[in-house]
């Protein structure tokens, strides 16, 4: 099956403890994105990355780092300088080109202990 | 700054009601505008996309407009069933120079069919 897989679902993370989300794809997409989602808001980027080996911060960076060595996978590691990280994490991919959608993994819920 | 905004926050129906969600953009300067479903707890699914070329996109029961020019767009859902309860969300894709496409996220409509 063809698809984005994020793990775990869920993720508890300690005061002071950097912790990283999964994010893969089989879908050959070239694009991969972040996002965070708080409850009864949108969704607000966080990074993406276009291509291998290269990424972009997006509205709301700070805290988070990531990584593109493989077109399939990019993980985000929420560090302890992320605040406030509970929320909902989404991955997407997509192909590169202004008419291709995002489809979208089905997400990580990150809780703080 | 593109910001998109949709009405209601919430709407609950009875079944078989058509219904018309909403959603607002303040920046003409798209590249398309896309409608998404998200269930509670679970990751998002595109259900229509709209190039700024054109006007309406129609996929089964549902229906997508897009008037660039007033920064609207509005989906319609005909013959509601307690199946369409989810949170719908509407974004817009903006490019930004030399880093490729952007999409921006309204803060979603939660919708929920009463049998």
């Known amino acids: 099956d063809g698809g984005i897989t994020q793990s775990p679902k869920y993720l508890f993370r300690k005061e002071g403890q950097n912790v990283t989300l999964s994010c893969e794809q089989n879908?050959?997409?070239?694009?991969m994105y972040w996002y965070r989602q708080d409850p009864g808001q949108g969704l607000r980027l966080i990074y993406y990355s276009q291509i291998v080996n290269d990424f972009q911060k997006g509205d709301i960076a700070e805290g988070y780092s990531v990584s593109r060595e493989k077109k399939e996978s990019f993980p985000l590691t929420v560090t302890s300088a992320q605040k406030n990280p509970t929320a909902f994490y989404l991955c997407?991919?997509?192909?590169?080109?202004?008419?291709?959608?995002?489809?979208f993994g089905p997400g990580t819920r990150l809780l703080v202990l | 700054k593109q910001e998109v905004t949709q009405i209601p926050a919430a709407l609950s129906v009875p079944e078989g009601e058509n219904l018309v969600l909403n959603c607002s953009f303040t920046d003409s300067a798209i590249y398309n505008l896309q409608w998404f479903r998200q269930d509670p707890g679970k990751g998002l699914t595109s259900l229509l996309l709209?190039?700024?070329?054109?006007r309406e996109q129609t996929s089964g029961r549902l229906n997508a407009s897009l008037d660039k020019s007033s920064g609207r767009s509005t989906l319609y859902i005909a013959a509601s069933q307690p199946g369409d309860s989810a949170t719908y969300l509407c974004a817009v894709l903006i490019m930004i120079y030399n880093q490729g496409g952007k999409l921006i996220f309204g803060q979603g409509t939660e919708l929920s069919v009463k049998p």
């Open positions: 997407a991919s997509s192909n590169r080109g202004l008419r291709e959608t995002q489809y």
């Open positions: 709209i190039q700024s070329s054109q």
């Open positions: 879908l050959n997409h070239d694009a």
